[in-house]
């Protein structure tokens, strides 16, 4: 309808009204904005969304990514913050999912005054099981992914071929569905799976001062119900809500309660309550 | 479930006169079709479960609703260990987990289909299946997706040959980068590693290089003859690689050597002329551009004789902010004539002179502009040089390399840029 097409390095896309809060929609690992598309309609009549994609994926502009910027979540983080004042946010309700969870805690810890309240969608500040700390991975499995992701290049791309190529039964999509989705570069999804799966933020977690709710799914095998129980233990006054929804997903798989959770906790007055 | 919905052949007889499926229709048609109706009577369920590919749907949270027989004997399962108990992710590897719950999932969830997929399954024992997937989300008469209907196809020959593929691929890849290592030093041997130091003199050089894959042809050096006498020479070689770098360490080196024994540059470009077309005066003929000059320090300036063969007559900016080619009487390309006669002028490089040597890369280049050449040009060149003068060496030289990067796309041929000042009497 509206949506205003801002572009740039980050293919920013504004939704909804200019005239209501500001609601920041960040990705994970894997695709792109459009994973948010079942549940912007039912944001946009009160709130300026703000969709985007992170550099190397959807339509970013590629040339600006670099491995060595992007080697950390730092670099992404960076970004999000830039976006910020560069679009003149305030008081933005940042809603982000999987790695971006781990942005989002960065950014709010950087630059708190910009963010109102933080929405972490299946949130993992580190995967890999460690001393007193079950990630859901062990250090092989993320090993054997990182070295599949090494070794097998050429499946990363034929896998997505298909996708690249479009869907020739249905030519109406394709256009849209070959310029976007999951496409990715290999050597770019091969760096970000590494930055994703290699992150430890545990100890960042203390310092948020930002309202945050976390949402977890029932059943999630990238980010266990005990990673989405350790987030809120070690976020001072967050709240912790199960969604009813299997997979890591939840927008996709489960939109309804997932967009009545974004909204109830992003209206709640102040922050730390139970939404 | 609704297996059955895929059974064209289950229309069998009468089919054969239809457009699609008659391939089966051979000879004695009459006895044949009774015959195939009884092959393919109980066909629906039979196709379905020993299908030769393996057959899977899935709840919308992937959950395992039915599965083939085909597929069970790959995983060596037996049914009622998977079905309403295991989710499709369970029966992949971690990294296969995390592709799926991250990129395929998704996928399927928002167009609907995946096609052709590679995942490795992970069969009971422990073993890998690489396979190909395709994905299909089933829709009610509402269109509300209820489940996903994946078809897998064992690709295990086919992964066997994508590892060969890859590791070619690998293989090029670490060739190429060992060659173009191999070429980076070889083309620093024929350029000096660093100007030397003239008195009096700012010096600067830029060499541009077309294809890192090949050594290029062109060459510059600058060189003490005596205790105030240098060598400046720049040049082209007719082709690249590494018949063009045997041809251009040759063409160094006499220079170098004819210089000297022979103060005349008119004279050292004669010998070279010699050299070349002795050295390669059978099959392998090679010949060149060049222009070689002799500087000797003059008052505040310097004194350069300059002789050239075949090649551009250099551009001199002025310390007046004026810009113009040197008149240096052209003499033949070098290497192509048994006799071949050069002529040497002198010239003064006075304060804020900054004289330029180049090769024709640059006025080669591709511009991308529909015009009579399509090319930069001498002129467009000469009118660059007009719009920069009065310029030092080392502005000139950084000016030159932004126009370079400028027509980088168009860069067909390697360029060097060689650029000799006097510093501005002012200073």
């Known amino acids: 309808m509206g949506d205003i097409r801002v572009g740039g390095r980050n293919n920013v896309v504004l939704a909804g009204r200019d005239d209501k809060p500001v609601m920041m929609l960040a990705n994970g690992f894997g695709c792109d904005q459009n994973m948010w598309r079942l549940i912007v309609p039912g944001l946009a009549g009160d709130y300026r969304v703000v969709l985007f994609d992170h550099v190397g994926s959807g339509g970013s502009e590629l040339p600006a990514w670099r ?23 305030r008081q933005v ?10 942005m989002a805690v960065l950014a709010a810890i950087r630059e708190p005054e910009l963010f109102s309240k933080l929405i972490l969608i299946g949130p993992s500040p580190r995967y890999i099981d460690d001393a007193g700390y079950r990630g859901g991975f062990s250090q092989a499995d993320i090993d054997d992914l990182l070295g599949s992701l090494d070794s097998n290049y050429l499946g990363w791309s034929a896998a997505m071929a298909p996708v690249i190529m479009g869907n020739p039964e249905r030519p109406a999509l394709s256009d849209e569905l070959a310029n976007s989705f999951c496409r990715t570069d290999p050597e770019i999804a091969r760096a970000f799976a590494r930055t994703t799966f290699l992150s430890d933020n545990r100890s960042d977690l203390h310092q948020v001062t930002v309202p945050t709710l976390i949402l977890q799914c029932s059943q999630d095998v990238i980010a266990p119900p005990e990673v989405g129980v350790y987030v809120q233990a070690q976020i001072p006054g967050s709240t912790l809500v199960t969604l009813p929804a299997t997979g890591h997903c939840p927008h996709l798989s489960a939109p309804e309660v997932t967009l009545a959770a974004i909204r109830s906790f992003a209206a709640a007055d102040g922050g730390g309550q139970h939404g | 479930m609704d297996s059955t919905a ?9 089919a054969g006169a239809g457009p699609g499926p008659g391939a089966e229709t051979g000879p004695g048609a009459g006895t044949d079709q009774t015959t195939f109706s009884s ?28 599965i083939n027989t085909t597929l069970l004997t790959w995983l060596g399962y037996r049914r009622d260990q998977l079905v309403g108990r295991r989710y499709l992710s ?32 992970q069969a009971a024992d422990g073993a890998r299946l690489p396979v190909l997937i395709t994905s299909v989300v089933k829709t009610d008469a509402s269109g509300e997706p209820i489940l996903v209907r994946t078809t897998v196809f064992d690709a295990r020959d086919r992964r066997a040959y994508e590892r060969e593929l890859l590791r070619a691929r690998q293989e090029a890849e670490g060739e190429r980068a060992r060659l173009q290592q191999l070429v980076a030093t070889l083309q620093q041997s024929l350029l000096p590693p660093a100007l030397p130091v003239v008195p009096g003199l700012d010096a600067a050089a830029h060499y541009q290089i077309a294809s890192a894959d090949e050594v290029g042809g062109d060459f510059y050096d600058l060189f003490p003859l005596s205790q105030d006498r240098w060598g400046v020479a720049l040049g082209d070689v007719c082709g690249k690689g590494a018949h063009a770098a045997t041809v251009t ?13 022979d103060a005349s540059p008119s004279a050292v470009l004669g010998t070279l002329n010699a050299a070349l077309h002795q050295r390669y005066a059978r099959d392998d003929r090679s010949f060149c551009t060049a222009i070689f000059g002799v500087l000797t320090p ?43 006669a050069f002529t040497t002028t002198t010239i003064r490089l006075g304060a804020g002179d900054t004289l330029l040597l180049f090769t024709d890369g640059l006025a080669d280049a591709r511009t991308g502009i529909a015009g ?50 006097v510093p501005p009497a002012s200073r």
């Open chain 1, 93 to 102: 309700v940042l809603v982000a999912h999987s790695v971006s969870a781990m």
């Open chain 2, 39 to 66: 092959l393919l009577e109980d066909s629906a369920e039979d196709l379905y479960e020993n299908a030769p590919c393996g057959y899977l749907s899935t709840l919308l949270d992937g959950q395992i609703a039915r």
């Open chain 2, 6 to 14: 895929n059974g064209p052949v289950s229309g069998g007889p009468g």
């Open chain 2, 90 to 121: 369970d029966l992949l590897t971690v990294g296969g987990r995390i592709y799926y719950e991250t990129h395929l999932a998704p996928l399927v969830s928002m167009q609907g289909e995946v096609r052709g997929v590679a995942l490795d399954l």
């Open chain 2, 249 to 261: 360490s040759l063409i160094r080196y006499t220079l170098r050597t004819a210089a000297v024994y």
């Open chain 2, 372 to 421: 009579d050449s399509g090319r930069y040009g001498e002129e467009a060149l000469h009118a660059f040089a007009r719009d920069l003068a009065p310029a030092t060496a080392a502005a000139a030289i950084s000016a030159m390399t932004a126009l370079l990067e400028d027509l980088a796309g168009g860069l067909d041929d390697d360029t060097a840029i060689l650029a000799l000042g």
């Open chain 1, 67 to 89: 491995a060595d910027r992007y080697a950390t979540l730092d670099g992404y983080t960076d970004d999000i913050v830039a976006l910020c004042h560069e679009l003149g946010l």
């Open chain 2, 298 to 340: 003059d008052g505040e300036g310097f004194t350069l004789a300059l002789a050239r063969g075949g090649h551009a007559a250099p551009l001199i900016m002025r310390a007046d902010g004026t810009a113009g080619h040197v008149s240096v009487p052209g003499g033949p390309l070098i290497g192509v004539w048994d006799d071949a």
